[in-house]
């Protein structure tokens, strides 16, 4: 399996093919999947040469739709080449770049323009982008929706950097309007200020608690209440990002039994790792919302089985060690974001095998259900023919500890390092082309823009 290898078909005794596990073989012409058949342990199919790959599991690459590249402007938190390369070496075929924290964000045609060139030549997987919703940028939504973003990100709260300032409820509702009659669809960082009592003095910003504090579970709770209400209101299709609270489960399940199209993530901190855990002035766990306790967390994994919450992805969010404040460790002064792109997929798995959850499971949260939301699933997602030929090659059974030297995100800074994980990433294919294959990879990026296609009125 020579990463830059083009190849034409795959043999595996495991092909998660539809709801079966099955010895198959999948013919691959021009990057896209032409048929899955049945291996008899010799078929041949038009003298294919066939890469066999034994009893590794094939199943559809990762797409994981939220992602901080940084790049243009900060690219020394992270950049394309770093991130994308880490992305095939964790079994992600295509990620989806959020529009902050590069500079310019994306949030005008032109700017998107910029991310573009920035991105070019330097994608391994295939990488599409969101837009963003900024006070004032109401205009550009529709410029940016035909120029094709997969849709757009807003925060009821600072975002953490000046120039993707929040948005008020006036902004909202001039966003909502643009977006009705579209298929796009808008996203929320769900947390907002509210009044509560004050901390108390002198508390310790080293303690992880100081911060979890801060950060109350009623700030998402309000914030979602807020997205409910416009989502039934407009009928915009809406998606909750990264929710860490299962105090609002409730709240999003009642709103889309009244009809709102409301969808929502959960990311693999929230559900791997929990509050009582983090050391005093380990500020590499720090992250908005905040991870919060074990018995919020069983609720997460309860309304993942239950399918009250609809994915799982990293938001990859990195940044230099110095922001951090390792060296005083305070939480409340350190850069809130996880790095996760490359272990999400073997994260997930540790910990999903023991609670009784499938490898089914696992493609309908990893794969399937991030690519509808952006629009991919006409091309990603699923092993059916007609599809890309995006393949995650891998051995559930597999343990491996992560070490420095297999990071191949630009900082190394995660919290998962020396963690004993299950599920080893042995291959990445994407559009039939191996990328990635045994901690190396294809001497070139070969990855595209996904320029997303959506069904709009002729109005706009």
Same mark, same amino acid.
């Given at each position: 399996?020579? $990463?830059?290898?083009?190849?034409?078909?795959?043999?595996? %005794?495991?092909? *998660?093919?539809?709801?079966?596990?099955?010895? +198959?073989? /999948?013919?691959?012409?021009?990057?896209?999947?032409?048929?899955?058949?049945?291996?008899?342990?010799?078929?041949?199919?038009?003298?294919?040469?066939?890469?066999?790959?034994?009893?590794?599991?094939?199943?559809?690459?990762?797409?994981?739709?939220?992602?901080?590249?940084?790049?243009?402007?900060?690219?020394?938190?992270?950049?394309?080449?770093?991130?994308?390369?880490?992305?095939?070496?964790?079994?992600?075929?295509?990620?989806?770049?959020?529009?902050?924290?590069? =500079?310019?964000?994306?949030?005008?045609?032109?700017?998107?323009?910029?991310?573009?060139?920035?991105?070019?030549? %330097?994608?391994?997987?295939?990488?599409?982008?969101?837009?963003?919703?900024?006070?004032?940028?109401? @205009?550009?939504?529709?410029?940016?929706?035909?120029?094709?973003?997969?849709?757009?990100?807003?925060?009821?709260?600072?975002?953490?950097?000046?120039?993707?300032?929040?948005?008020?409820?006036?902004?909202?509702?001039?966003?909502?309007?643009?977006?009705?009659?579209?298929?796009?669809?808008?996203?929320?960082?769900?947390?907002?200020?509210?009044?509560?009592?004050?901390?108390?003095?002198?508390?310790?910003?080293?303690?992880?608690?100081?911060?979890?504090?801060?950060?109350?579970?009623?700030?998402?709770?309000?914030?979602?209440?807020?997205?409910?209400?416009?989502?039934?209101?407009?009928?915009?299709?809406?998606?909750?990002?990264?929710?860490?609270?299962?105090?609002?489960?409730?709240?999003?399940?009642?709103?889309? %039994?009244?009809?709102?199209?409301?969808?929502?993530?959960?990311?693999?901190?929230? =559900?791997?790792?929990?509050?009582?855990? /983090?050391? +005093?002035?380990?500020?590499?766990?720090?992250?908005?919302? $905040?991870?919060?306790?074990?018995?919020?967390?069983? *609720? @997460?994994?309860?309304?993942?089985?239950?399918?009250?919450?609809?994915?799982?992805?990293?938001?990859?969010?990195?940044?230099?060690?110095?922001?951090?404040?390792?060296?005083?460790?305070?939480?409340?002064? +350190?850069?809130?974001? /996880?790095?996760?792109?490359?272990?999400?997929?073997?994260?997930?798995?540790?910990?999903?095998?023991?609670?009784?959850?499938?490898?089914?499971?696992?493609?309908?949260?990893?794969?399937?259900?991030?690519? %509808?939301?952006?629009?991919?699933?006409?091309?990603?997602?699923?092993?059916?023919?007609?599809?890309?030929?995006?393949?995650? /090659?891998?051995? $559930?059974?597999?343990?491996?500890?992560?070490?420095?030297?297999?990071?191949?995100?630009?900082?190394? @800074?995660?919290?998962?390092?020396?963690?004993?994980?299950?599920?080893?990433?042995?291959?990445?294919?994407?559009?039939?082309?191996?990328?990635?294959?045994?901690?190396?990879?294809?001497?070139?990026?070969?990855?595209?823009?996904?320029?997303?296609?959506?069904?709009?009125?002729?109005?706009?």
């Amino acid at each position: 399996m020579e $990463p830059g290898t083009i190849v034409s078909a795959v043999r595996s %005794q495991r092909v *998660l093919c539809g709801k079966e596990i099955l010895p +198959a073989v /999948i013919i691959i012409k021009e990057g896209k999947i032409q048929s899955i058949l049945p291996d008899s342990g010799a078929i041949m199919h038009r003298d294919v040469e066939i890469l066999d790959v034994g009893d590794s599991l094939v199943m559809p690459g990762i797409v994981d739709c939220h992602v901080h590249v940084n790049e243009p402007g900060r690219t020394n938190w992270e950049g394309y080449w770093t991130a994308t390369r880490a992305a095939a070496a964790g079994g992600v075929t295509t990620i989806v770049d959020m529009p902050l924290n590069s =500079i310019p964000p994306t949030t005008t045609l032109g700017n998107f323009h910029e991310k573009l060139y920035a991105a070019t030549g %330097q994608c391994f997987v295939d990488t599409a982008f969101w837009g963003g919703v900024i006070p004032g940028n109401q @205009l550009e939504l529709k410029p940016m929706i035909q120029g094709g973003v997969a849709g757009f990100k807003c925060f009821l709260i600072h975002s953490g950097v000046d120039e993707f300032p929040h948005v008020n409820d006036a902004d909202l509702h001039a966003a909502m309007k643009q977006l009705q009659g579209t298929d796009s669809v808008l996203l929320f960082h769900a947390e907002r200020e509210v009044q509560h009592l004050a901390s108390e003095e002198r508390a310790n910003p080293c303690e992880y608690s100081t911060f979890l504090k801060s950060r109350p579970d009623i700030m998402e709770y309000e914030a979602i209440h807020t997205v409910t209400q416009l989502c039934l209101q407009y009928q915009v299709r809406c998606h909750i990002v990264h929710l860490s609270s299962a105090q609002s489960l409730e709240l999003i399940k009642a709103a889309r %039994q009244a009809g709102a199209p409301l969808t929502v993530e959960t990311t693999h901190h929230y =559900i791997n790792l929990s509050a009582e855990n /983090i050391p +005093a002035g380990a500020t590499h766990f720090k992250c908005c919302p $905040p991870i919060r306790d074990a018995a919020n967390q069983e *609720l @997460l994994w309860s309304a993942l089985k239950s399918g009250d919450i609809d994915m799982v992805v990293s938001d990859h969010s990195p940044c230099t060690p110095d922001l951090k404040c390792l060296d005083n460790g305070d939480f409340m002064e +350190a850069w809130g974001g /996880i790095s996760s792109l490359q272990f999400g997929l073997s994260l997930f798995w540790t910990s999903a095998s023991k609670k009784g959850f499938s490898l089914f499971d696992t493609v309908r949260l990893l794969c399937k259900e991030p690519a %509808q939301l952006c629009r991919l699933d006409n091309q990603k997602g699923y092993l059916i023919p007609g599809h890309d030929a995006d393949l995650v /090659i891998w051995d $559930p059974e597999k343990q491996f500890t992560v070490k420095e030297e297999h990071i191949h995100h630009k900082n190394k @800074l995660t919290p998962y390092l020396g963690l004993t994980l299950l599920g080893e990433v042995k291959g990445t294919i994407v559009r039939g082309r191996v990328v990635y294959s045994q901690g190396c990879f294809s001497s070139h990026p070969f990855g595209k823009h996904l320029l997303i296609q959506h069904k709009t009125q002729a109005s706009l």
